[in-house]
């Protein structure tokens, strides 16, 4: 075999599996993630070596499980990893081939490795990045450039959390009942956190499929969470009407106001079974009711209006769960569409002012409820300064646009 | 693994310690934490601090010899005991420093211990 064709080989299996190889060698290094992973570089490389003269094995995931696991040991017998029983590791790492052998696959185990990357011992902005790594096998590179920091400090980022796994002994387990409810929190965010981020442009860095993914993923691991199904339908409404949001110029088009042929319904339509079946757990919580409130846009496609008032009363719920900000926004805003613009703006005016100073939603909707109640000079400074902190160049003409419709003439 | 949880109490904490109102719960509270850890079977050692207007610091510069009266430095909360225990992960040790009485009015810092150095 050649080796073009050996690369290619290998460049398949680290798409279908990287993932799942490094989550079961971490399990069985007592969830040292970083010497999981060398030892799995070192197997790939072997891999490019070898295959090209003996061509590419049967199953191609259990010869890079065997080597990897030779390193591990290694490495072990070298004191590089600290394994409190060493023989438990030999031991596993033995059941482990034979059952690859035997059955031609092997236990996914990231869902272990998904709660490592979220424990909340480990810094909040390396939780997103260390999930997409070591669970998707997502390149550095393209996370630094979504996350808008340089490679090197989000490699730096990404060697601190993995020495403070290892340092700390944060273990690879699966929280108990007692405390799935908080962990899987954790979880959570930090895939919402994959989806958002860059969001804003449809760049190609955008790792809205990855967080997909994963909350695909998890969800169908933790069936009986009833937030992990609220994320994936609140993902899946979003991801929907990617195709809506800009119009054939590339201008962007709000939410109310998008061609809903161009939605795409079979996303929909899953999102709404995954709402379903969540909601039937009977645990209400943040994703759930943020789903539910597009789940309520999304009644559009049967040709209907919008009920405000519907979505005004989620809102409800929502800041009654979550204070967060955005959601307090969005409050007035479904307010102001639900009962006129002057409860909106009433509802916005009750937001201390101090933490908004930067905060574009809120300036942007400012500048919406203002333009509604024909306060033209108020409304033009909010617009200004919602420009002013856009960070999409679509979003920015959208209030340029409204801000010139506002003065009442076309563009100034 | 092996941990030292890290008590930290502030003045008003410390204060509590003497105070006839409030040195029943106190102790009380520390007692039975201390009870529950050392049934537990996981510890090392561990012992309760005087409070930090008993201590003293030390720095050598140049060769000589800076004392002066006080902790290292002042913070709003001071280390007021230690244990170091052995479980087999940050989890467990977590779960231990969340259940003693300093968790719950000021922190506890959870750090693990350095392996034995090799000979």
């Excluded at chain 1, 981020?197 to 993923?217: G, N």
């Excluded at chain 1, 339509?269 to 539910?292: D, K, P, V, W």
């Excluded at chain 2, 005991?81 to 959870?110: C, H, K, M, Q």
């Amino acid at each position: 075999m050649g080796e073009p064709a050996t690369h290619a080989a290998v460049e398949a299996t680290a798409r279908e599996s990287y993932g799942r190889l490094l989550a079961y060698l971490a399990a069985r290094a007592g969830g040292d993630l970083a010497s999981a992973e060398d030892a799995l570089a070192e197997a790939f490389l072997a891999a490019l070596r070898h295959w090209p003269e003996t061509g590419v094995p049967e199953r191609p995931e259990a010869w890079l499980l065997t080597t990897a696991r030779r390193r591990l040991i290694d490495a072990q017998r070298r004191g590089q990893i600290r394994i409190e029983a060493e023989d438990e590791l030999r031991f596993a790492m033995e059941t482990a081939a034979s059952a690859t052998q035997a059955e031609g696959g092997f236990p996914d185990e990231r869902l272990g490795l998904l709660f490592i990357c979220a424990h909340p011992a480990i810094d909040p902005a390396a939780r997103t990045p260390l999930m997409l790594q070591t669970v998707l096998g997502v390149d550095a590179a393209r996370i630094a450039s979504a996350f808008l920091v340089s490679p090197q400090a989000m490699g730096q980022r990404l060697v601190r959390a993995k020495s403070k796994i290892r340092a700390a002994g944060v273990p690879f387990r699966i929280p108990g009942p007692n405390e799935l409810g908080e962990r899987v929190g954790f979880v959570l965010d930090a895939i919402y956190a994959a989806y958002t981020v860059d969001s804003a442009e449809d760049s190609e860095a955008a790792l809205a499929r990855e967080a997909i993914i994963l909350a695909r993923f998890l969800h169908h691991h933790l069936p009986t969470e009833p937030e992990a199904g609220g994320l994936l339908a609140l993902l899946l409404h979003c991801e929907a009407r990617r195709a809506a949001r800009l119009d054939a110029d590339g201008n962007y088009v709000p939410l109310p106001e998008q061609d809903v042929t161009r939605w795409n319904r079979t996303m929909i339509h899953e999102a709404e079974i995954t709402l379903a079946g969540a909601a039937q757990l009977g645990r209400m919580g943040r994703f759930q009711l943020e789903a539910a409130i597009q789940s309520v846009h999304a009644r559009r496609l049967a040709g209907g209006p919008v009920s405000w008032e519907a979505i005004a009363l989620l809102y409800e719920a929502l800041v009654r769960h979550t204070p967060a900000l955005g959601a307090r926004i969005g409050r007035a805003l479904a307010l102001g569409k639900a009962r006129g613009a002057e409860v909106g703006f009433v509802a916005l005016e009750e937001l201390s002012v101090e933490a908004l100073t930067n905060y574009q939603p809120y300036w942007a909707a400012r500048a919406e409820l203002l333009r509604e109640l024909k306060r033209q000079p108020e409304a033009v400074v909010a617009f200004d300064r919602a420009i002013g902190l856009s960070q999409s160049a679509a979003g920015r003409e959208f209030l340029r646009q409204r801000r010139a419709d506002c003065l009442g003439g076309g563009s100034p | 693994m092996e941990y030292m949880l890290i008590f930290t109490e502030s003045a008003a904490d410390y204060a509590k310690r003497d105070n006839p109102a409030e040195m029943q719960s106190y102790w009380g509270a520390w007692g039975a934490y201390v009870n529950a850890i050392e049934q537990a079977g996981i510890t090392v050692t561990g012992r309760g601090l005087l409070p930090p207007d008993t201590a003293t610091t030390v720095r050598v510069r140049d060769g000589q010899r800076q004392v002066h009266d006080g902790p290292y430095a002042e913070a709003k909360e001071m280390i007021s005991g230690f244990f170091i225990i052995n479980v087999p992960d940050l989890d467990t040790a977590l779960e231990w420093a969340a259940r003693s009485p300093s968790s719950s009015y000021s922190s506890t810092e959870v750090r693990p211990v350095m392996p034995p150095m090799a000979p």
